[in-house]
């Protein structure tokens, strides 16, 4: 930790310096259009993971504050609110993942108290989930729930903790590359690429390009 601390003030006090030999870099090796597209595409990657984190990082700074605030006649109060605010870092299970050993160790001190504890977690990550956490983070990935889900699930698998942060603004880049690629492949053909145009769509007249769906009459 002390190392990365020490990298990471060097890092930041030359970020400039380093952008700058990067974009050199690249230009030199792309040409003036790709080497353009390239440079956008890194600034949206900069917007979603660095928008993400930071407002993730700070709700879940409210959401730690907010436990201790409310829960001093809890036992292990510190303890409990350093797990629910750490864990409330990853999206979707992080409530979950926090507070099952809280829940324990207050268990462990006072059933009751547990079962007060439980429902205030269910209230507090309610108010999280659409109130709190909108308000900070806005939509920031524009991803759909079962994205979220599979993110999560596929690099928490390959890489642990850090990987259940980091998938959520991943998975969005990832797909945001993917409809990139999509649209120049579809637009090269001259076909359409607004998704409601293949909802339903049975085939595309090769003679004059219309789009064929089911239920269409003949």
């Not at 699930?153 to 959520?168: E, K």
């Amino acid at each position: 930790i002390l190392i990365g601390l020490i990298v990471m003030v060097y890092l930041l006090n030359m970020k400039e310096k380093l952008l700058a030999q990067a974009k050199m870099i690249i230009y030199g090796l792309f040409p003036l259009k790709i080497a353009n597209k390239v440079i956008e595409e890194g600034r949206y990657v900069h917007q979603v993971f660095g928008g993400f984190i930071i407002g993730k990082l700070l709700d879940s700074l409210i959401i730690g504050l907010i436990c201790f605030v409310l829960l001093l006649q809890m036992p292990y109060t510190l303890l409990i609110s350093v797990i629910i605010g750490v864990t409330n870092v990853i999206p979707f299970f992080g409530p979950f993942i926090g507070a099952i050993p809280s829940a324990f160790l207050i268990l462990l001190s006072d059933p009751m108290k547990c079962l007060y504890f439980l429902i205030f977690i269910l209230l507090l990550q309610q108010f999280d989930g659409n109130i709190l956490g909108p308000k900070i983070l806005g939509d920031s990935t524009g991803l759909p729930s079962f994205w979220v889900l599979f993110s999560i699930l596929l690099f928490g698998g390959l890489f642990g903790f850090v990987g259940m942060i980091i998938a959520v603004p991943l998975m969005a880049v990832i797909i945001h590359i993917y409809n990139q690629i999509q649209e120049y492949l579809l637009s090269k053909k001259s076909l359409s690429i607004k998704e409601e145009d293949y909802v339903n769509l049975k085939r595309i007249d090769e003679q004059n390009g219309e789009y064929k769906k089911h239920g269409d009459e003949q």
